[in-house]
Every structure is written in structure tokens, then in C-alpha cells.
């Protein structure tokens, strides 16, 4: 608890300035909150709405499909998903994958893991139930990358990493924006749709 509240404040400290903007650093592996699992929001209070807030903004700045709570320091069950189509990032509390169906091979990156990325299996489709900012429950089907990214996620809100997926070093790489690839390193295409970020 003490450790989540110094966090919490040394984000804070860092917003960007920008007024109503409220972007705050992303933490990268091996912090140690990123192995750690997230507790269920009991109600909506002013610091789960901060805390949307601060994890939309940040979603945004960083050009990602989605962000959990964790990766910004604070362990409760909140994340927020903005796929290329969307105009803005949605937030989810307490969510929670109820069935899972079908696999399918994907590329995967996070922004706890700046540049690298790996190839996975994820569901096909995927039943989610949680509740949105509005306090109001909800249970949706969602299928390829909204499924991934669900997937992604709420692994983050239990502490576990996409690299957990990865079932050998062949299948993970690095891919600086940019930069020139090692002999040897896979090819990324630039528009596949299959790599999130999250
Ligand atoms: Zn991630």
C-alpha cells in the first residue's frame, strides 16, 4: 500500500502540464509492481476516475492499443483499450476474461517493453465482463486484437508479462523505430495489424 501511494505521487508529480491533460511515465521491466497482481475496485471514487484519467491520457500519448493500472505504478484492476479505430480509449474496471475460444499465432509488443516484441498465441475471440467508469456492469465478446489486447491487459492486472507467452528466444526480437536490423533478427512489417503494442 505505501509503496502504490509513493508511486501514485511521484506520477502525479510528473504530469505533463498540459491543462486537463494528465500523462504520467510508464514503467518498464523488471519494475517490480509489474509482477504484481491488481486488487478489485470496490466503488468509483474520485481516484479511480484520476486514475482512468491518467491511464486514457497516457494510452494516447504513447501511441499503445492498451494500458493497465500496473504499468503506471498503481495496482488496482482498471486498464484502458484504444484500437486503431477508436477515437478515444475506453477504460475498464474489475475486468475479467469469463471464455476463451480458439488460438491463433500473433505479434506482440508492450510499453513495458519498449522495442521488443514476440511472437504468441492468443484466443480468437474472447467473453469479457467488468464494469465501465460509469459504474454500470457489462459483458461483451470481443474478438481479434480488442481479444488480444483484453488478454494483454488483464494478464497485466495479474502479473503476468507477454514475455511469459513466449515459448522460445526465437520468437522474441527487437525492433527500435528506425534502426537497422541485426543479422539475424526478424523482419516486423511496418502497417501488420496483428502488432499491438500494449
Ligand atoms: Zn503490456
Known amino acids: 500500500m505505501e509503496i502504490q501511494e509513493l508511486l501514485c505521487e511521484a506520477a502525479a508529480g510528473q504530469t505533463s502540464g498540459v491543462l486537463g491533460v494528465s ?3 510508464v514503467l518498464e521491466y523488471p519494475h517490480i509492481i509489474l509482477r504484481q ?3 478489485k475496485v470496490r466503488r468509483m471514487d474520485r481516484s479511480i ?11 494516447v500519448s504513447a501511441s499503445g492499443v492498451g494500458l493497465a493500472a500496473n504499468q503506471i505504478g498503481v495496482l ?6 484504444q484500437l486503431p479505430e477508436d477515437e478515444e480509449p475506453t477504460v475498464y474496471i474489475n475486468p475479467e476474461i469469463i471464455h476463451r475460444e480458439g488460438q491463433r499465432e500473433v505479434q506482440e509488443g508492450c510499453l513495458s517493453f ?4 514476440g511472437n504468441i498465441t492468443r484466443s480468437l475471440w474472447v467473453k ?3 464494469m465501465d467508469r460509469k459504474s454500470k456492469l457489462f459483458r461483451l465478446r470481443a474478438e481479434g486484437l480488442l481479444a488480444q489486447a483484453f488478454e494483454h491487459e488483464i494478464d497485466h492486472l495479474n502479473g503476468i508479462l507477454f514475455v511469459d507467452h513466449v515459448k522460445s528466444h526465437e520468437d522474441l526480437y527487437r525492433h527500435e523505430p ?3 536490423h541485426e543479422e539475424g533478427y526478424e523482419d516486423v512489417p511496418e502497417e501488420s495489424s496483428e502488432m499491438a503494442t500494449a
Open 49 to 59: 476516475d484520476r486514475l482512468a484519467d491518467d491511464l486514457s491520457d497516457t494510452l
Open 37 to 39: 497482481k491488481a486488487k
Open 178 to 180: 528506425g534502426e537497422e
Open 23 to 25: 500523462v504520467v511515465p
Open 114 to 117: 519498449p522495442g521488443l516484441y
Open 128 to 130: 469479457v465482463k467488468g
Open 76 to 81: 488496482r484492476r482498471v486498464i484502458a483499450i
